[in-house]
């Protein structure tokens, strides 16, 4: 139920968010402040959220990082994440923002193969 996050620029222009812990619903204003605060110092063309660290991700922690793309994305700044565990990775595939997070799908699972068996019998509920 922590989160720790540091900060650092890595070249010129780009800053790279590392995230240690939990990203949930008590944390994840902690990571909204952080990317805010490295979107209104300026000077930056790229920001990256490492998640090597990360241990556990929860939809309030999705929901900010898809955030995060779309004003990062109007203020013309790239933003993109790392180094997720393979299952914040299937996550990201198996609610459908891998991609629009800068990841590629995560090893056997893709956006059709889950809309496909969301649509069999099997899956639904009389």
């Given at each position: ?6 900060t ?15 990203v ?8 909204r402040a952080?990317i ?12 990256v959220v490492d ?15 898809v ?7 109007d203020l ?7 180094d997720?565990?393979?299952?914040i990775?299937?996550?990201f ?13 995560a ?6 193969t889950i809309r ?8 639904q509920?009389?």
């Amino acid at each position: 139920m922590s989160l720790s996050i540091q900060t650092r620029r890595r070249g010129d222009r780009e800053t790279v968010i590392s995230l240690h812990g939990e990203v949930d619903y008590a944390t994840a204003l902690d990571l909204r402040a952080a990317i805010s605060a490295t979107l209104t110092a300026g000077d930056v063309d790229s920001v990256v959220v490492d998640l090597a660290g990360v241990t556990f991700l929860d939809s309030t922690g999705v929901g900010t990082l898809v955030v995060a793309t779309r004003i990062c994305n109007d203020l013309r700044v790239e933003f993109r994440v790392c180094d997720p565990n393979p299952f914040i990775a299937k996550l990201f595939t198996v609610v459908g923002v891998a991609e629009m997070l800068g990841l590629p799908p995560a090893p056997g699972v893709s956006p059709r193969t889950i809309r496909q068996r969301a649509k069999s019998p099997a899956s639904q509920v009389a």
